[in-house]
């Protein structure tokens, strides 16, 4: 059993910068491939980046490439996204989730495990 906690969200204007942190529970934190996932309003909820459990190889979707940094400190328990020029829309609530062996990173119902969730607003 792994529990997500997000955090780090809040209000920014476009072009400002955020860290997120996604602290894990348990003992197998390391076994884990980790990703974060967003929801704006009336959107499906889509792919932002991933990291398999060792910390590298990571995934980004293209909308955020080059923008966004993800890692992972196993020692912590915890994964981080670095959002930088940032945009209206990325707007939305972002979730990390956890899956033991990722197969399809985009795939959000592939993963087992996911946390509740912190809004991120970037205003214009």
Known sequence: ???LVESGGGLVQ???????SCAASGRTFSSY???WFRQAPGKER???AGVVSSGAPTNYAGSVKGRF???RDNAKNT?????NSL????????????KYIVSRWADWGDYDYWGQGTQVTVSS
């Open 69 to 71: 940094t993800i890692s």
């Open 14 to 20: 476009a072009g400002g910068s955020l860290r997120l």
């Open 33 to 35: 491939d980790m990703a």
């Open 1 to 3: 059993q792994v529990q």
């Open 46 to 48: 889509e792919f932002v």
């Open 87 to 98: 945009k209206p829309e990325d707007t939305a609530v972002y979730y990390c989730a956890a």
């Open 79 to 83: 994964v981080y996204l670095q959002m």
